[in-house]
């Protein structure tokens, strides 16, 4: 059995509290600006790391921001999600994108980024600034009242100290951070493709690349995506028609693409392909599988995912007889998906273990949520289930049966599903949302167009 080469893993937290002086963007003349940043550095491997970063309003509602800090070891930012980052020398500039502007008081707002470091170093900022205003981890004053304060007594009853809800982790997590991580086109430069021809010259081509499609592209066949490359989808990019195949090729990422009508597989990674991430896509209306899975591959994650009007899903390991080639990989996390009405295979898994299923959303599945056969060991884990008969069990067809751990799930018109046997340990570090907050963190933050890329 294979044992993946561990990255090493770095947890910097510090909460840092924002806004002195000055006046923020809000929505009342005079406002009271304050709020606090955490900025965790989740994954760290060679040359590259993912960074999360939590705002928290404490002072008056804001209708947009804008964050900046500075590095002091060279780093850098290379793409982010649910945020803008740009970078000049030091200095790093995130604004919001349009869904995430408005962070009313006490609201959180969250975005995440990968990152390069000199394999080093990699300190974390020390001082942070929104909108213009330089951090202190106060409300900060508006001046003299114009009226004498009140001389009414305090309540008798404590006010409420509700927390604000928990963010979800959107940054690169699962399988896919092992193995030396997963960075596709890094810093290359961006090609932007709006043409099938030019799509399957800039997938299949050498070197790293950054590939940004643009439009509805009408293509068929199985389009090639080689080694170091990063395809990401501009604003209601659309692949229809065909699908992409990872084939024996390694670090690639695939992110924000509405696929549909596949004559294939939407995406089919096979032949010990390694280190793939696939994440907030949209599928629908294909012929196979959405995400095939085969053939010796590993250290791939599958997050943030829509699957609707489809049938077989998610595929891990195509065949009963492939042991010899599958066991000790097909190792793969599957977080935070919204399975809307897809039928079966969500995922259906083989000899894979650990495969990690966390925090996904099933509604209505006709099917089956979750099948572990033979010898795969699965971890089904803070999950929501709704309206569905079959939410997870051991063999399927004439493949016997796996192992199968279910813990903290979320349970709505749905039973419990069969469960045995034992699961090896995750080795990555992982938030883990609680699962009752799972059905409305999910359907609002999976599928394409729900980040800024």
Same mark, same amino acid.
């Given at each position: 059995?294979?044992?993946?080469?561990?990255?090493?893993?770095?947890i910097?937290?510090?909460?840092?509290?924002?806004?002195?002086?000055?006046?923020?963007?809000?929505?009342?003349?005079?406002?009271?600006?304050?709020?606090?940043?955490?900025?965790?550095?989740?994954?760290?491997?060679?040359g590259?790391?993912?960074?999360?970063?939590?705002?928290?309003?404490?002072?008056?509602?804001?209708?947009?921001?804008?964050?900046?800090?500075?590095?002091?070891?060279?780093?850098?930012?290379?793409?982010?999600?649910?945020?803008t980052v740009?970078?000049s020398?030091s200095?790093?500039?995130?604004?919001?994108?349009?869904?995430?502007?408005?962070?009313?008081? @006490? /609201? $959180?707002?969250?975005? =995440?980024?990968? !990152?390069?470091?000199?394999? %080093?170093?990699?300190?974390?900022? #020390? +001082?942070?600034?929104?909108?213009?205003?330089?951090?202190?981890?106060?409300?900060?004053?508006?001046?003299?009242?114009?009226?004498?304060?009140?001389?009414?007594?305090?309540?008798?009853?404590?006010?409420?100290t509700?927390?604000?809800?928990?963010?979800?982790?959107?940054?690169?997590?699962?399988?896919a951070?092992?193995? @030396? /991580? $997963?960075?596709?086109? =890094?810093?290359? !430069?961006?090609?932007?493709? %709006?043409?099938?021809?030019?799509l #399957? +010259?800039?997938l299949?081509a050498?070197?790293?690349?950054v590939?940004?499609?643009?439009?509805?592209?009408n293509?068929?066949?199985?389009?090639?995506?080689?080694?170091?490359?990063?395809?990401l989808?501009?604003?209601g990019?659309?692949?229809?028609?065909c699908?992409?195949?990872?084939?024996?090729d390694?670090?690639?990422?695939?992110?924000?693409?509405?696929?549909?009508?596949?004559?294939?597989?939407?995406?089919?990674?096979e032949?010990?392909? #390694?280190?793939i991430?696939?994440?907030?896509n949209?599928?629908?209306?294909?012929?196979?599988?959405?995400?095939?899975?085969?053939?010796?591959?590993?250290?791939?994650t599958?997050?943030?995912?829509?699957?609707?009007?489809?049938?077989?899903?998610?595929?891990?390991?195509?065949?009963?007889?492939n042991?010899?080639?599958?066991?000790?990989?097909?190792?793969?996390?599957?977080?935070h998906?919204?399975?809307?009405?897809?039928?079966?295979?969500?995922?259906?898994?083989?000899?894979?273990?650990?495969?990690?299923?966390y925090?996904?959303?099933?509604?209505?599945?006709?099917?089956?949520?979750v099948?572990?056969?033979?010898?795969?060991?699965?971890?089904?884990?803070?999950?929501?289930?709704?309206?569905?008969?079959?939410?997870?069990?051991?063999?399927?067809?004439?493949s016997?049966?796996?192992?199968?751990?279910?813990?903290?799930?979320?349970?709505?018109?749905?039973?419990?599903?069969?469960?045995?046997g034992?699961v090896?340990?995750i080795p990555?570090?992982?938030?883990?949302?609680?699962a009752?907050?799972?059905?409305?963190?999910?359907?609002?933050?999976?599928?394409?167009?729900?980040?800024?890329?």
């Open positions: 059995m294979r044992t993946p080469r561990r990255r090493t893993t770095l910097a937290a510090t909460t840092v509290a924002l806004l002195a002086t000055g006046t923020l963007t809000a929505v009342a003349a005079h406002a009271a600006p304050g709020c606090a940043v955490s900025y965790t550095v989740g994954g760290q491997w060679q590259g790391f993912t960074g999360n970063i939590t705002i928290s309003n404490l002072g008056d509602p804001l209708s947009s921001w804008s964050l900046r800090w500075s590095y002091s070891a060279g780093q850098t930012v290379s793409d982010a999600w649910n945020a740009t970078q020398g200095t790093v500039t995130a604004t919001n994108v349009g869904y995430n502007g408005s962070v009313p008081t @006490g /609201g $959180t707002v969250s975005f =995440g980024f990968n !990152g390069t470091w000199n394999n %080093s170093s990699n300190p974390t900022p #020390t +001082s942070f600034t929104v909108n213009g205003v330089t951090c202190t981890g106060s409300t900060a004053p508006t001046g003299a009242p114009t009226t004498p304060p009140s001389t009414t007594p305090p309540p008798t009853t404590p006010p409420a509700t927390p604000p809800p928990s963010v979800p982790q959107t940054g690169l997590v699962g399988w951070t092992q193995n @030396g /991580g $997963t960075t596709g086109g =890094g810093n290359a !430069g961006a090609t932007t493709v %709006s043409t099938a021809s030019a #399957t +010259s800039a299949n050498t070197g790293a690349a590939i940004r499609v643009s439009g509805t592209i293509c068929s066949g199985m389009l090639r995506v080689r080694s170091n490359k990063t395809v989808g501009n604003a990019a659309t692949i229809v028609g699908g992409f195949t990872v084939n024996g390694r670090n690639v990422i695939i992110r924000n693409l509405t696929f549909r009508n596949w004559s294939d597989d939407a995406v089919n990674v032949s010990s392909a #390694t280190n991430w696939i994440d907030h949209t599928f629908s209306n294909g012929y196979d599988g959405t995400v095939d899975i085969k053939r010796g591959s590993d250290f791939v599958v997050s943030w995912n829509r699957v609707y009007s489809h049938d077989k899903t998610m595929l891990l390991g195509h065949s009963d007889d042991g010899g080639q599958d066991i000790g990989h097909l190792r793969v996390t599957y977080h998906n919204w399975y809307d009405g897809s039928k079966q295979r969500n995922p259906r898994v083989r000899f894979g273990n650990p495969v990690h299923v925090n996904n959303y099933y509604y209505n599945n006709a099917g089956y949520g099948a572990s056969t033979m010898s795969a060991g699965v971890l089904v884990e803070g999950n929501y289930f709704e309206n569905v008969k079959d939410t997870y069990h051991l063999g399927e067809a004439d016997g049966p796996g192992s199968l751990v279910a813990r903290n799930n979320h349970f709505v018109n749905s039973p419990a599903g069969q469960t045995g034992s090896a340990g990555y570090p992982y938030t883990l949302d609680s009752s907050s799972v059905k409305s963190i999910v359907t609002a933050g999976a599928g394409a167009g729900r980040i800024s890329v």
